[in-house]
């Protein structure tokens, strides 16, 4: 059964979200979520690393480690795609685009341990998706993190004016709310699945 | 000597408990809690990596080029990672699909790469291997309360095996996502107010964190 591209696009946004139902990449999810604007910083570096990468590790998978054989050798070849190219972004972009360096480039290195980048080229081989539907879940799992860690950001902002019991604050705080948001995403369901 | 082992033991399972001290590991913490079963594997899983990556990086550390470290380090680790996901595919290929991707994950997991730089990176080979595995029981702990909770109230089950009876009405909403989070969150509190309880015994002040004071 083949499902389309645009399924899987809007899927990975709503109802599959990358990281409100695979908890992936929750650790930078919390440390950047105090700000706003930091938090659509590392997004737009997430949603353009991820699209990029999926597609990177799906070829590299298929024409690579396949045909050799090499199928056990995927964690680490997957890892070893993923730092080189946030290192080849860090350095084109400091090179030619200073400005958008300045403002995304701090946020690279932290996306090379983002594990939401590895799972999704994990799933991609489990679920065993063609280039088209991989470059879908890249995308489509970028945009649903962004949205995840900006729907986090701001209500995180509103809430630093008000009291919260002692023991709660700082993460327990934003877990509770991600539960919450997650519970707000699963009346998403209903409309498509990729499971 | 004893007692630094001792020492280790408290601080990796309750003053600097992974989990809900610093906040690592947590992607995984959350995913795989749906199930004791799963969780129990997962959680040796990462003790192993846990100890015989501190092992090795503590047996190469004065050999090793400080600058390239971190790659050597993420190698390391993604090498053990390796063998347990062949040895979970050959011997239980089961729970290797139940575990889907969550296994190969274990290599972005920051507990392990937190213990190599802050332990193993200073000390003797023994200690750190130690060190490590009582950081990935630590985690375990924690992520078999969360999934006693999930399993219990979501199935009614606690490693497949009937606790509650007919009359329990299973929460759905405890096998789904969220509830990983307020599981999470739930105990992070309670930990957190059992300390503050004990400085408070103990005449400390209580670390005030970022409150936020009103004007």
Redesign the interface.
């Known amino acids: 059964m083949e499902i389309s591209p645009f399924v899987i696009f809007f899927a990975s946004i709503f109802t599959s979200n990358i990281l409100?139902?695979?908890?992936?990449?929750?650790?930078s999810y919390?440390s950047i979520s105090r700000d706003l604007k930091s938090s659509l910083g590392l997004g737009q570096a997430v949603i353009f690393v991820m699209t990029v990468t999926s597609v990177l590790n799906y070829l590299v998978y298929q024409y690579i480690l396949v045909p050799y054989n090499l199928d056990?050798?995927?964690?680490?070849v997957?890892?070893i795609v993923i730092?080189a190219f946030v290192q080849l972004v860090e350095m084109v972009l400091e090179r030619f685009m200073p400005n958008l360096y300045y403002t995304l480039g701090i946020f690279l290195p932290l996306i090379t341990?983002?594990?939401a980048i590895?799972?999704v080229a994990?799933?991609l081989v489990?679920r065993e998706y063609n280039l088209l539907q991989s470059l879908a879940y890249g995308a489509g799992g970028g945009i649903g993190w962004t949205l995840a860690i900006l729907a986090l950001a701001g209500i995180r902002q509103k809430v630093?004016?008000?009291?919260?019991?002692?023991?709660?604050?700082?993460?327990?705080?934003a877990?509770?709310v991600?539960?919450?948001i997650?519970?707000a995403f699963?009346g998403f369901s209903g409309i498509l699945s990729i499971q | 000597m004893k007692s630094q082992y001792r020492e280790i033991a408290k601080q990796t399972l309750w003053t600097d408990n992974p989990v809900i001290r610093q906040i690592l590991g947590i992607c995984s913490a959350l995913a795989v809690t749906n199930l004791v079963s799963n969780t129990l594997v997962m959680g040796i899983g990462v003790s192993l990596v846990t100890a015989f990556s501190s092992l090795t990086v503590s047996a190469l550390r004065k050999i090793m080029p400080n600058r390239v470290r971190m790659m050597v380090q993420t190698l390391i680790i993604a090498f053990y990672v390796i063998l347990v996901d062949i040895i979970l595919r050959a011997f239980f290929p089961d729970m290797s699909r139940a575990l889907g991707p969550y296994v190969g994950l274990i290599i972005t997991n920051c507990i392990i790469m937190g213990r190599c730089e802050a332990f193993a990176q200073t000390n003797k080979p023994l200690i750190s291997f130690y060190d490590g595995f009582m950081s990935g029981l630590g985690y375990t702990l924690v992520l078999a309360t969360i999934a006693i909770v999930r399993e219990l109230m979501g199935f009614g089950t606690i490693l497949g095996i009937q606790i509650l009876g007919e009359w329990w009405t299973p929460w759905t909403v405890m096998v789904m996502a969220p509830s990983a989070f307020f599981v999470l969150a739930i105990i992070i509190w309670v930990a957190n107010s059992i300390t503050d309880k004990k400085l408070h015994a103990a005449g400390k002040p209580v670390n005030k964190g970022v409150q936020a004071s009103g004007n």
Do not use: S
């Not at chain 1, 056990?72 to 680490?76: E, M, S, V």
């Not at chain 1, 630093?160 to 705080?173: H, I, N, R």
């Open positions: 409100l139902t695979n908890f992936l990449g929750m650790y919390l056990y050798l995927r964690f680490i997957f890892i730092a341990v983002n594990c590895l799972g994990l799933f489990i630093d004016e008000t009291k919260v019991p002692k023991g709660l604050q700082g993460a327990g705080f877990m509770i991600t539960g919450i997650a519970l699963i």
